[in-house]
Structure formats: C-alpha cells, structure tokens
C-alpha cells in the first residue's frame, strides 16, 4: 500500500506472549508497543522482537496506552493504524483484510468482528448483550462494539485523542465519535481466539462501566455537533 501504516500494540504484563504477535504483525507492518506499566519483561522482549516500544508508567489502561500510540503515529505521518492485542487473541495473518477494506473505501474506522459462536457460554451471552445495547444506544446496528482489533484512518485517531476514558471504555466511545461524525465504518470477519488467557478486566467493574457508557452514548449521538 502507498499510505503508512502502523501496527498498534498496546501491553500490560505480556512477556510471555508478545514476541509471536509481534512476529506475526512485522511480516505486514512496521509495530509499536505501547508498554502501559509492566511489572515484567515486556517492553525488553517486544525490542528484542524488533518493535519500536513507548513506555509509559504507571499503568494507565488501554484506552491511555492507545492514543498514546496514535500520538506518536501521527507525529511520524501515519495514514492510519492498525490495533491488536497483545496476547494473542487477535491473529496477524487477519491484517491484509484490514488493508484491503481501508485501500477500497477509506473507512475511518474499520473493526474486526468477531464470530460469537466460538466464543466460550458466558463471553458470548455477555457480549451479545452488549452488542444489542449498544446498537440501540447509538440507533444503527453494531455487529461487535468491543472487538479490539480495528482500523482508525488519520482523522478517526485525531478526533479521539481528546477522551478522558482509560480502559476498555475509549473503544466503546470510538464508535460513538465516528457514528456522531459521520464517519465510514465498517466490519471486516476475523478469527475468533479464545484459549484460556486471563483477563484483566474486572467483571462487576466492567459492566458498571459499560452501563455508563450506554448513557453516555446515547445523549451523545443526540446532540448536535
């Protein structure tokens, strides 16, 4: 592709997996960690593994870690960015979908959706749950609003970086800024991963969270820009 673009990673304790992502993205893209306050070895292996590495302490969540990733992309003149985590639920190999979809249509913002049917009982209920929600808090239908691997075009990293969200909650509110814009979005199927990793998310936190961010949202794509 003509246009720049980066690979996104933002990490929290992920040394023991973070090289084979690394890897795995390197063979489509330049990558850039964004160690968000290991207590390990993460930021040493993601160098080792080649990638550019942003260190920022202490650990602020991964909403902080993104945009200061998107940051640094637009400093270095980056069209867009490409963001996957870093314990291996999002594979590489699904980056050339990503590329394709933006070098046909110039979304601004393009997720990976996830298919929920290989997602284990209780991860698929809630997120089904949470889909429905949110399709109705923002009035069109959001096939899958927490999938972490998606696409943001230059002006969708721009019109974000001024969110205040630090977890999980900045992905929730990135389809609501690009859907009260005006922006593209779109979806791109992805393979689904699920192998007993541990989580960092805290459930009851977590759905307090979202419940939030509902409200938030849909006062938010009512009101006029």
């Avoid at 980056?78 to 046909?104: I, N, S």
């Avoid at 009260?180 to 979005?185: E, H």
């Amino acid at each position: 592709m003509s246009d720049p673009i980066l690979a996104l990673i933002p990490a929290y304790n992920e040394a023991e997996r973070i090289a084979a992502v690394i890897a795995g993205a390197q063979r489509y893209l330049p990558v850039l960690v964004v160690d968000d306050g290991s207590a390990d070895a993460t930021a040493a292996v993601a160098e080792a593994a080649g990638a550019a590495v942003l260190r920022q302490a202490p650990n602020q969540g991964k909403g902080a870690a993104l945009r200061a990733g998107m940051r640094r992309a637009l400093a270095q003149g980056y069209a867009a960015v490409v963001t996957l985590d870093a314990d291996g639920q999002h594979d590489p190999d699904d980056l050339p979908r990503f590329l394709a979809a933006f070098a046909a249509d110039r979304s601004d913002l393009i997720i990976g959706q996830r298919d929920f049917r290989q997602m284990p009982p209780v991860r698929r209920i809630a997120n089904t749950v949470g889909r429905w929600s949110f399709s109705w808090a923002v009035g069109q239908p959001i096939p899958d609003n927490q999938s972490g691997y998606r696409l943001l075009s230059r002006r969708m990293m721009e019109a974000v970086l001024d969110s205040q969200e630090q977890g999980f909650e900045f992905e929730v509110e990135m389809i609501a800024t690009c859907v009260r814009r005006g922006y593209r979005l779109a979806w791109v199927p992805i393979r689904t991963i699920y192998a007993g990793e541990g989580s960092h998310i805290r459930p009851w936190q977590h759905a307090k969270n979202f419940l939030r961010m509902l409200r938030q949202t849909r006062a938010a794509v009512r009101r006029p820009l």
